[in-house]
């Protein structure tokens, strides 16, 4: 008779979830999910193909989280200072999860700019206030918008810094206002 499993994929998800979000990535190995789970390695082999098979789902389960749960929260109603707001309390709240997706070598980097980058970009196009801009205008848009808000999510969690809403707020509209009044939108392609 056939042993009956009794650790689920979705356990080894969570156990990974966990490692990556008190440890980071450099800690994303088999046996430290497996510690986490107080088992052998053997069951996160059987339900997954190799550990980049396990970052791949994982990376869909984060996604996921901040598309749904962190992203959309609205505190202004204008959806680019929102979505500052939004990553820089999560930077604040989740620093460990936050540093291993967007700052650690060995973290999310690439994919993690275009998951934002996407987001950020269908956010804006569906905002009457910036469904007129051109896809340049969006990626510039982004580009500082987003190298702003990184700065004040990396001072604050260094402790450097302790902005309120409101001045993060003022400062995410300056930021707005200056990069619309250009007449001719900074050209990001070539920075990622």
Known sequence: MARKKTITKEQILNA?????ATEGFSKFTARNIATKMKCSTQPIYLEFKNMDDLKEELFEKIHSYLATDVFPVK???NTIIDLALNYIHFAKNENKLYRALYLEEYG?????QSFSYDYFSNAVKGDNE????SEVEIASLHMGTWIVATGVAALMTSGIICPTDEQIIRLME???ET???REDPIEISNWM
């Open 174 to 176: 300056e930021s707005i």
């Open 75 to 77: 505190h202004t109603g």
């Open 130 to 133: 910036y469904s007129e801009l």
């Open 108 to 112: 999310g980097g690439k994919r993690m």
């Open 179 to 181: 990069i619309l009044e």
């Open 16 to 20: 990974a979830y966990e490692v990556v």
